[in-house]
């Protein structure tokens, strides 16, 4: 696999983005990249931007994280048990007005 792009640098913004030529990617390399960037639902361009800027140490921190412990219990309740949680947390959306003064 190679890599090519005959385009000078495109300016976006006040910042100029370069082009870059990479030759001589091995299929395992390919394939990795390929599926990290289907796994993460990006391109194959971000994908690669994103990995050489996190091994340059210049990706910008993410403060939010997807999480997805609980999917197996999604749609699991029954309708009694979803009403019979619904009033055990009926009391969380009483404002006391007397805190409040």
């Given at each position: ?13 006040e ?83 007397e805190?409040?003064?």
């Amino acid at each position: 696999m190679s890599i090519n792009a005959t385009n000078g640098p495109q300016i976006t913004g006040e910042s100029i983005m370069r082009t870059l030529t990479i030759r001589n990617i091995d299929d395992d390399l390919s394939k990795f990249l390929k599926k990290k960037a289907s796994d993460s639902g990006t391109s194959l361009n971000s994908c690669i931007i994103d990995t050489l800027k996190q091994e340059a140490g210049l990706l910008k921190k993410q403060f939010s994280k997807k999480y997805d412990d609980l999917d197996d219990l999604a749609g699991t309740w029954s309708k009694s048990e979803y009403n019979k949680f619904n009033k055990n947390i009926a009391s969380f959306d009483l404002i006391d007005k007397e805190m409040w003064k």
